[in-house]
């Protein structure tokens, strides 16, 4: 016979609990019990009902004001006899066979006439009603299957049956690559091994330890097999559950408005209900929810019993799952910090250079590192301005930190916000599977973006919210991300051009315009070039493991006298070719091979030799020549000679110094 516990505070019967053949029913204070009484007068582990047998006994669990049968204490274990009321300071619970019976009181308590009587039967009853509370008739907490008690109830047949289920279940399980295919096995699994015809499996943000408040649950997959969706049950089911660690089956809740949400009353049509935790060890991940809305097929315990088992089985799954995911990002973040480690040593060597202009560069770098200000690295292409973002990083307290790269002019839009931002699985065709993007990466570090300028208009909204700290989601994602980042821009761009064009978005021009670098074309610092072409000598010959030591006077005079259109990147490839075509231990004029793109002196002198003739002429002295007949030419307009002659203004005046050469008067 099935037996019953009947709370009832004061006047009013609150609760009634089935009490399992094999399971403990617990009594206390503490939210661990089964039954929770809230009254101080009731110890934490106050008492326990437990069947012996045929009989269902109650032990104290020397608590501190005791429990009474009758107004007698209980002492040992006192066996239980229908109608019998427990005695726990005010609260009271009576054990029977038949609900529908009424339940004798004491003292004062007892009904006086036939009336009373029935209605206290009454209140047992509506507290079984669905417009009350749940009628929550089974719960589960110990794995069946695990704990051997499974065959005790069943017959052989079903239980190898179920056991084989569950062994194909664990098998598709393991080939499961995400949290969604994961979920759908497990429904297809339930379904076919139980009574509901809907299921859905929910997962909260992060697992949970007992104590811990859990977030709010999210639907990963549901599963009907006939018309009716998936209709989400109401908070007080899910926190009854995710509290107490159990499984719980109920039943008549189509209209119950602590099961349903009251926004889909009418539309669940549920005949009964199982809610099992997803839970290993201590951890709760989620939540498993199936209905079953034909009357003629209502779940049953044994659906119960075999839904936990499924739920401890998804879990150790889903487990493996979040550390593989959890390991995938984090290697694609190690891989880029390993990328950048071998450069560390070499930050600041890189900017080599001992020219005022360098010197100021370094001094500007030293004073924004220690801030978070968003920079903005302007200058030509070639000019190092990702050596110049390196230095900030590691001069900062960033340092320890990723330092990630990212071209903004090498991709389409698309791809772009997708390498920036990252992406689910499946959110466009390729997405084979999750993917990082930069801003994570860099998560506590700096993210250089190179060419800046080159965004996309539609990408550029989502750029600026980030920088402006808001969070933000992957391509095809749902899930807010918020990270700390130090965004370092670069750009060889005219961006005010591009604002007034309309091209460039104002707003995220003066949010990367914080502190702004200009970094030098190499033309403007010339006297830096022996330096560099020496430093770049040494490592390209480290690296060939060639014996060569210096430049010839010669070979550093031509270096001096070309204009370097390409800037450092140039010269630097200059002296690696430079240092392959070398036979000596010197890099001799020969061995120098530039391109004639871009105003080098060379170039222009050798353009400009057919005109004067050669002669026993020296190439400054051909060169000076030169420049003053196109200045002669112009009426001595500087900034139209240096535009004729493919140099800058600045070089202009500092070759007429050298010459001693001023305006005739």
């Known amino acids: ?116 009587l029935n209605n206290m039967t009454m209140d047992v009853l509506d507290a079984l009603a669905p417009a009350s509370e749940p009628t929550i008739l089974h719960r589960e907490r110990d794995n069946p299957f695990v704990a051997g008690s499974r065959s005790a109830t069943l017959d052989r047949d079903r239980t190898s049956r179920e056991l084989g289920q569950l062994y194909r279940l664990a098998l598709d399980m393991g ?3 995400n949290s969604k295919q994961l979920a759908e096995i497990v429904l297809a699994g339930l379904e076919a091994g139980t009574a509901a015809d809907i299921g859905a499996l929910l997962l909260l943000p992060t697992s949970v330890s007992p104590g811990e408040e859990p977030g709010e649950l999210t639907l990963v997959a549901y599963r009907s097999s006939g018309e009716r969706p998936y209709q989400k049950v109401s908070e007080y089911l899910s926190s009854t559950v995710l509290k107490s660690r159990e499984a719980i089956l109920a039943r008549d809740v189509a209209d119950d408005s602590l099961l349903v949400n009251r926004d889909s009353l009418g539309e669940i049509h549920a005949k009964s209900v199982i809610c099992a935790p997803i839970r290993l060890g201590r951890k709760i991940y989620g939540l498993v929810h199936l209905y079953s809305t034909n009357p003629d097929k209502k779940l049953e315990p044994d659906d119960l019993e075999f839904t936990l088992a499924v739920a401890d089985q998804c879990a150790g799954a889903l487990d ?63 000019v190092g301005k990702e050596l110049v973002a390196r230095a900030i990083h590691f001069t900062s307290r960033r340092r320890n930190g990723p330092f990630v790269c990212m071209n903004c002019a090498a991709l389409t839009e698309s791809l772009l916000e997708s390498e920036l931002f990252g992406h689910e699985k499946g959110s466009f065709t390729g997405a084979t599977n999750r993917k ?112 060569i ?16 259109p390409g800037n450092v990147r140039e010269l630097q490839n200059a002296i690696e070719r430079a240092v392959i075509l070398c036979t000596g231990e010197l890099v001799g004029v020969g061995d120098i091979q530039l391109s004639g793109l871009g105003g080098g002196e060379e170039h222009r002198l050798m353009s400009t030799a057919g005109a004067v003739g050669f002669g026993d002429i020296t190439l400054e002295s051909v060169e000076q020549q030169h420049i003053l007949a196109v200045l002669d030419r112009t009426n001595w307009n500087k900034s139209q000679a240096a535009q004729i002659l493919g140099i800058e203004r600045s070089t202009l005046d500092r070759k007429l110094k050298r010459y001693q050469v001023s305006r005739p008067r």
């Open 1 to 116: 016979m099935i037996a019953y516990l009947v709370v009832r505070e004061g006047s009013k019967w609150r609760d009634v609990y089935r009490l399992t053949p094999g399971q403990v029913m617990t009594i206390g204070r503490a939210p661990t019990n089964r039954i929770v009484l809230h009254d101080e007068v009731c110890s934490r582990y106050h008492c326990e009902v437990f069947q012996n047998g045929s009989a269902w006994k109650i032990r104290d669990l020397q608590s501190r004001n005791g429990t009474l049968i009758g107004g007698e204490p209980v002492s040992g274990e006192v066996e239980l006899k229908p109608g019998q009321v427990i005695e726990i300071g005010p609260c009271e619970l009576a054990f029977t066979y038949d609900l529908s019976q009424a339940f004798p009181k004491t003292g004062a308590d007892e009904p006086s006439s036939d009336s009373e």
């Open 175 to 177: 080939s499961a690559n």
């Open 320 to 382: 493996i799952l979040l550390r593989q995911e959890k390991m995938a990002d984090g290697l694609a973040q190690v891989r880029n910090e390993n990328a950048k480690l071998r450069e560390q040593l070499g930050i600041e060597s890189d900017l080599v250079g001992s020219s005022p202009s360098l010197q100021a560069l370094k001094l500007k770098i030293v004073r924004i590192a220690p801030t978070d200000a968003t920079a903005l690295i302007r200058g030509e292409s070639g």
């Open 436 to 547: 990082i993007g930069k801003f994570e990466q860099a998560h506590k570090g700096t993210l250089f973006l190179d060419e800046v300028g080159e965004m996309g208009p539609s990408i550029q909204a989502k750029f600026l919210r980030v920088l402006e700290g808001h969070p933000f989601e992957r391509v095809g994602g749902n899930t807010p991300i918020q990270v700390d980042v130090r965004v370092v821009a670069a750009t060889n761009r005219d961006l005010e051009a591009a604002v007034e064009d309309g091209l460039y978005r104002k707003d995220l021009y003066f949010r990367l315009h914080v502190v702004e670098m200009l970094v030098q074309p190499l033309r403007e610092h010339l006297t830096d070039v022996p330096e560099l072409a020496r430093y770049f000598l040494e490592r390209f010959a480290g690296k060939t493991g060639r014996q």
């Open 549 to 564: 030591r210096d430049f010839t006077p010669a070979a550093i005079d031509k270096l001096l006298a070309y204009d370097w």
